[in-house]
């Protein structure tokens, strides 16, 4: 997913991010000042992007959601504070959800060392996140992984941290393992990524045991392969452990 804030240097390269509405506590009573399309000279307005451009909005509150979707978004980050009705249309319109719950996790999980901002601003949205990402993937919205690392203590490198949250709160293991790498490569426009066959590129994780079964076994792969080759680890000698 791009880097967090709006851009529109990024825009020749097929690339454009919105904020779709405040953060924190005021994000449900504030979203109708959403700012849904950037413009060259830095404006905003509500028409749909060019043609071949990727929109991203991180949006909490749900009338910046809809907003954002009615000006023609490809994902929506965040989904804090969805109803019914954004995600009916988030369905309709085949917008993709970004739920990034890793974010509003690590604050709330580190309350001592979070600053009182950052507090004030995630303590009382948590439990909305969870509840509005399981709304979601009851109705059939259409999901990708991402962690909006680089928020408080939100680092890279947790998408398999991510993938066990999702499974926690209402996706299926597998469901939850192609969101992270095919439906994401396939969001932002990546093809023959993402996907473990022929003639696709990925990082490959070896491990042992069944994800499918517990997918916290993601976060301690033996060994990680990158076009072919064995880059970390080891793949163990299976028949020699027979």
Same mark, same amino acid.
């Given at each position: 997913?791009?880097a967090?804030?709006?851009?529109?240097?990024?825009?020749?390269?097929?690339?454009?991010?919105?904020?779709?509405?405040?953060?924190?506590?005021?994000?449900?009573?504030?979203?109708?000042?959403?700012?849904v399309?950037?413009?060259?000279?830095?404006?905003t307005?509500?028409?749909?992007?060019?043609?071949?451009? =990727? @929109?991203?909005? =991180?949006?909490?509150?749900?009338?910046?959601?809809?907003?954002a979707?009615?000006?023609?978004?490809? #994902?929506?980050?965040?989904g804090?504070?969805?109803?019914?009705?954004?995600?009916?249309?988030l369905?309709?319109?085949?917008?993709?959800? @970004?739920?990034?719950?890793?974010?509003?996790y690590?604050?709330?999980?580190? /309350?001592?060392?979070? #600053?009182? &901002?950052?507090?004030?601003?995630?303590g009382?949205?948590?439990?909305?996140?969870?509840?509005?990402f399981?709304?979601?993937v009851?109705?059939?919205?259409?999901?990708?992984?991402?962690?909006?690392?680089?928020?408080?203590?939100n680092?890279?490198?947790?998408?398999?941290t991510?993938?066990?949250?999702m499974? &926690?709160? $209402?996706?299926?293991?597998?469901?939850?393992? #192609?969101?992270?790498?095919?439906t994401?490569?396939?969001?932002?426009?990546?093809?023959?990524?993402?996907?473990?066959?022929?003639?696709?590129?990925?990082?490959?994780?070896?491990?042992?045991?069944?994800?499918?079964?517990?997918?916290?076994?993601?976060?301690?792969?033996t060994?990680?392969?990158?076009? $072919?080759? /064995?880059?970390?680890?080891?793949?163990?000698?299976?028949?020699?452990?027979?």
């Amino acid at each position: 997913m791009p880097a967090c804030g709006p851009r529109t240097d990024q825009a020749g390269r097929g690339v454009h991010q919105v904020h779709g509405d405040r953060r924190g506590d005021d994000a449900r009573d504030r979203s109708s000042n959403a700012r849904v399309h950037l413009r060259g000279d830095g404006g905003t307005d509500r028409r749909g992007p060019p043609a071949g451009v =990727h @929109v991203a909005t =991180h949006a909490h509150g749900a009338k910046g959601i809809k907003a954002a979707v009615e000006a023609g978004v490809d #994902t929506v980050e965040h989904g804090t504070f969805m109803d019914e009705e954004a995600i009916e249309m988030l369905i309709t319109e085949d917008v993709t959800l @970004v739920p990034t719950l890793s974010a509003p996790y690590r604050i709330a999980r580190n /309350v001592e060392q979070a #600053t009182k &901002e950052s507090l004030r601003k995630s303590g009382p949205v948590y439990e909305h996140h969870i509840e509005s990402f399981k709304q979601a993937v009851e109705a059939g919205v259409r999901i990708a992984g991402g962690t909006d690392a680089g928020t408080p203590f939100n680092y890279h490198g947790t998408n398999s941290t991510e993938i066990s949250f999702m499974v &926690e709160h $209402g996706m299926d293991p597998i469901d939850a393992i #192609t969101a992270m790498t095919g439906t994401a490569a396939e969001t932002i426009g990546l093809e023959d990524a993402g996907t473990l066959e022929a003639g696709s590129y990925a990082d490959l994780l070896v491990i042992e045991g069944d994800p499918l079964e517990d997918v916290s076994l993601l976060r301690e792969p033996t060994a990680v392969m990158k076009g $072919g080759e /064995v880059v970390a680890g080891a793949i163990p000698d299976l028949e020699r452990d027979r």
